[in-house]
């Protein structure tokens, strides 16, 4: 294993950006920065030990400052979206910025993934990133400490763990914006790749894609990937859902125990044989077919079209803060929350 740093841009006021680099035995490699804390690339092999980045992502600090996908990036306080950008805990009316119509997504405008983070190196298969989150930030309540992790291990698995503690009641639900494609970053439609989400359930969405507190089976849906399917078989199916949001864009509700860290979807690419499975503690994961993805140049000028790529983002339930029948979001003052997310690649 080793961990190689590099200068990677700098931020608009002049400080230095670095990109760092995670290899282990088998030769793959992630590459994580302290913009954002976000997932740069990762190198993985085909079925002939061809590696291919298999992340869309940017070739420079510039790309990721001016990043509107949120590429690869950490997302919270809390990911996802917020109704009518408002929450009310203890009592208290808090006010989030409208950045998705009247809603709130991933805790914008003011995002995480555009800030400077503290980075420190540990050992030679991990990077540790920090950043002190004021009372008011983003709108939320409690001077917050947050800690993300990432680890690759010599199975090949990158492993994420999310850390916070604060000095009020807060509403915490973060996760990273990944987007994949198993052919290579730069390989277009993702139709053909092959899916598996180990839920029973889903959340419905009303139009504006915020969820209607409803928790509905899969069976008998374009929404079931109990058995793998092809992503693109039904995901122009006359289906509320899927013509709402243009294609995938929805949390499904993971069968494993509350806390317990289990398996939650399997994708591959079956001409390149690249494979990945995600584990998560979390009881929720949104898959999105990046259905408002084009025309972002990306790494090595490649043009991100629409579909040309999934994401995966382990989560709470969507807007949890304020439907009381999904499992609460928040954090109590002086406890600390942790939550890990692993991807494992390999072939088939």
């Not at 995002?111 to 989150?133: C, H």
Request: net charge negative; aromatic share 10%; charged share 20%.
């Amino acid at each position: 294993m080793s961990i190689e740093a590099r200068t990677f841009g700098t931020m608009t006021d002049g400080r230095n950006v670095t990109l760092f680099t995670i290899t282990n035995k088998n030769r793959l490699s992630a590459s994580v920065t302290d913009l954002g804390a976000a997932w740069v690339s990762m190198l993985a092999p085909d079925r002939d030990g061809k590696l291919v980045d298999v992340i869309l992502g940017y070739d420079d600090a510039a790309g990721y400052l001016s990043d509107a996908p949120h590429l690869g990036a950490v997302v919270g306080r809390v990911a996802n979206r917020t109704g009518n950008a408002a929450f009310t805990l203890n009592g208290i009316n808090y006010a989030l910025g409208k950045n998705d119509g009247e809603n709130n997504l991933h805790s914008g405008p003011d995002y995480y993934d555009k800030r400077l983070w503290q980075a420190a190196p540990v050992g030679e298969d991990t990077v540790v990133f920090f950043l002190n989150s004021p009372d008011g930030d983003q709108g939320y309540p409690g001077n917050a400490k947050i800690t993300v992790k990432y680890t690759l291990t010599e199975e090949n698995t990158v492993e994420i763990t999310y850390m916070i503690i604060c000095d009020q009641d807060t509403p915490f639900n973060m996760t990273n914006h990944a987007y994949f494609n198993l052919a290579g970053h730069n390989a277009g439609n993702i139709g053909t790749h092959v899916m598996q989400i180990c839920a029973d359930f889903f959340t419905p969405s009303d139009a504006a894609s915020i969820t209607t507190g409803e928790i509905r089976p899969v069976e008998k849906t374009p929404m079931d990937f109990r058995i793998p399917k092809e992503i693109g078989r039904d995901i122009d199916a006359e289906y509320d859902q899927l013509l709402q949001a243009a294609g995938y864009d929805h949390n499904w509700c993971l069968n494993h125990l509350p806390g317990v860290y289990s398996l939650a979807a399997n994708a591959a690419d079956k001409t390149s044989g690249r494979a990945m499975s995600v584990y998560t503690d979390l009881p929720g994961v949104q898959f999105y077919t990046a259905n408002f993805l084009g025309g972002e140049r990306g790494k090595g000028g490649a043009i991100y079209e629409r579909r040309g790529a999934f994401c995966l983002e382990t989560q709470m339930y969507p807007d949890a803060i304020n439907k009381p029948q999904f499992a609460s979001p928040i954090v109590k003052a002086g406890e600390t929350r942790m939550t890990k997310t692993g991807f494992h690649f390999y072939t088939e």
